[in-house]
């Protein structure tokens, strides 16, 4: 990774009082303060758990998760598309993520796809490469969101069900060893709230506060668990390539 030593958080900070990774300000857009709260809050634990290696983080902008995997890997390796709207003051190699990736086969422990593969306009053959750079027995991280608006535009092409991303993951010979969910239909609706104010900056933020606290509550707890199948925000998935992968 270029310039680790003088890395800085962007999009996501550790916060002592609540013990746990948040948003930083100024770090993301105001209409997401709410879903990215909760996205963080998901992806924290299952990046610490299945980082390990050789790590490839691609699409990596900002490296706005480094601070959640550093100290589980040996190396890092930060990738991204020319077109890019974000810095290119971490990366290590400028490629195209619709074409081939400029990496020798089977040289990463685990790979890192955080809110990427919707800006691919090829993700069945991206998600081939990372099975041919991943080592067998190693996994890929993809982080992907379901109820988004559209974003980074125009390059901003799909949305991917639970099912579509096992497919994609099957197809590229990879086995889905956890899928979960993120967000349910009380946090689709409040995301959706927050959107829309997203032009009043205080209420914006007083309102991602108030929505933090609502959705600690019981009830909001119960409705999210109830409809969370068919309103998620979004998923986490991480699949694993097989040992005796040809």
């Not at 995997?69 to 993520?97: E, I, M």
């Not at 919707?118 to 890929?140: D, N």
């Not at 992907?144 to 991917?160: A, K, N, V």
């Not at 927050?194 to 600690?216: D, H, Q, V």
Request: hydrophobic share 40%; charged share 20%.
């Amino acid at each position: 990774m270029r310039n680790a030593e003088s890395w800085r958080p962007t999009k996501c900070v550790w916060d002592k009082s609540a013990n746990r990774f948040v948003p930083r300000r100024g770090g993301v857009s105001l209409g997401s303060l709410f879903s990215a709260n909760l996205a963080m809050e998901h992806y924290a634990p299952l990046i610490k758990a299945f980082s390990q290696g050789a790590l490839l983080d691609c699409g990596c902008g900002t490296c706005p998760y480094y601070e959640m995997y550093k100290n589980q890997v040996t190396s890092v390796t930060c990738t991204d598309w020319p077109q890019s709207g974000h810095t290119a003051r971490y990366v290590d190699t400028v490629a195209d993520l619709n074409a081939a990736l400029p990496f020798a086969a089977e040289v990463f422990d685990s790979v890192l796809l955080t809110d990427v593969l919707e800006h691919i306009a090829e993700p069945r053959q991206l998600m081939f490469e990372i099975a041919r750079v991943l080592k067998p027995g190693a996994h890929v991280m993809i982080a992907t969101p379901f109820f988004y608006w559209l974003h980074e535009e125009p390059h901003d092409y799909l949305r991917f069900t639970e099912h579509a991303l096992r497919r994609y993951c099957a197809d590229a010979g990879m086995t889905v060893v956890h899928l979960s969910r993120y967000g349910g239909l009380p946090d689709v609706f409040l995301d959706l709230i927050n959107k829309g104010i997203a032009r009043w900056s205080r209420l914006s933020r007083f309102f991602a506060a108030a929505a933090n606290t609502l959705s600690r509550t019981s009830i909001h707890r119960k409705l999210r668990q109830r409809t969370e199948a068919s309103f998620p925000l979004g998923y986490f998935t991480v699949a694993r390539k097989p040992l005796d992968m040809a």
